[in-house]
């Protein structure tokens, strides 16, 4: 019909991209929330942003952020695969802005100091230039695809919810008890290894739940 508004399929593409490797890095936010809670003062956690510093354990200290951080990631993917409004697409485009511009800062003002440390895998990263280069392709992608979607006469699609989203919602947080009880009493060898996987696992699973089935359209 006349005055309707298109679609750029490249554009959904570009923005499709960028927000799955926004998924993979909000790893790092979903990862020490969960652990926050499951594990309680066991777990501790650190944070440096543009030179603050943040650090909590179970839920004491600056727990807060990364709860903050943690359901600005959920809503990013949740609006962005099903309902990426214009407001949506300025939160997502500053959140991989400030973490790009926030990793190189911290690069520049000590590049050996920036490392994201995982005792219970034995990871030791050093993130620096890497963390910035995946934000900034990102942010590039996202800005592509903004402007593609939002041309003249175009906007993007939006996509109900639907039962099969909500399977796929309740099966990704169905390993929660198990997830305690891994994290918190350890009942086998190497339990908080599997409760870390599943962790990981689970938050990938939450994003697929929300980019899935994108059928109906609003």
Known sequence: MLGEPRFSKTGAALRNLALWIFAMTAILAWLPFMRSILDGPSYQWALAYFGLQFSGAGLSGDFWLIAVLAALAIAILYFGFRDPGRGFQQIFEIWLFLHAASYLYEYVRAPEAFIFEGETLGIRVNLGLWAFAIYAVALVIALAA?????????????????????????????????????????????????????????????????????????
Not at 175 to 184: D, G, M, N, S
């Open 146 to 218: 903004s402007l593609l979607e939002r041309g003249p006469g175009r906007r993007p699609p939006r996509f109900r919810w639907t039962r099969t989203n909500s399977i796929l919602f309740a099966l990704a947080l169905a390993p929660l008890p198990l997830q305690f009880y891994l994290v918190r009493f350890e009942p086998v060898a190497r339990a908080d290894e599997i409760g870390v996987l599943l962790t990981m696992a689970q938050w990938v699973a939450l994003a697929y739940a929300f980019a899935a089935n994108r059928r109906q359209q609003m």
